[in-house]
């Protein structure tokens, strides 16, 4: 049931500005500075709320978890010229190295390279982000530096939902009540 889409309607800003202040209370534990920045205040569109929500998740826990202590953690958000949406989660954290980078995505797969990391995790979180974001047509991509920190792009086709569209579904609604 996890690989099959239920989508419904509903303002993609919200749920990402709700998801990552979920995230301040940790941010603070280690220290972490997180900033939120959005192109639009909001993007009402059709996808599947709980899958979008656990794609963010895993990547901002990734970047908070691999993320030292006075580091940064960023998510931008921004619209794609009414192509659909693109999710940037950036860090400034320990990095991937280069021959590893495909690999992430791969199910179990883990970079044992750093011990000062706590809950290394088991492998499958990026493996289901990205069958999450192909359920919805989307792209996800990893650009790296070891060192450095991470960013992570996540593309995804949704086309918002017009007020017309939004009016003839109110409108049919009210009609079969």
Same mark, same amino acid.
């Given at each position: 049931n996890e690989l099959k889409l239920n989508p419904t309607e509903g303002d993609l800003i919200a749920v990402a500005k709700e998801i990552f202040d979920s995230f301040k209370y940790m941010s603070e534990r280690k220290n972490i500075h997180l900033d939120f920045e959005s192109s639009i205040t909001e993007y009402d569109t059709v996808f599947d709320k709980d899958k979008v929500e656990r794609i963010l998740i895993n990547l901002l826990s990734n970047a908070i978890k691999f =993320? %030292?202590? %006075?580091g940064n953690v960023y998510f931008q958000i921004e619209a794609n010229n009414d192509n659909g949406i693109? #999710? #940037? /989660? !950036?860090? =400034? !954290? /320990? !990095? /991937?190295? %280069?021959d590893k980078k495909e690999k992430i995505f791969e199910r179990f797969f883990q970079i044992n390279d750093n011990s000062n990391i706590l809950n290394q995790g088991s492998g499958i979180g990026l493996s289901i982000t990205q069958e999450f974001v192909k359920l919805h047509g989307g792209t996800i991509k990893v650009e790296s530096e070891e060192g450095v920190g991470s960013v992570f792009t996540v593309f995804l086709p949704l086309v918002e939902t017009s007020q017309k569209t939004k009016q003839e579904t109110f409108i049919h609604k009210k009609q079969k009540t």
């Open positions: =993320t %030292n202590e %006075n693109k #999710l #940037l /989660i !950036g860090d =400034t !954290g /320990i !990095g /991937i190295p %280069n």
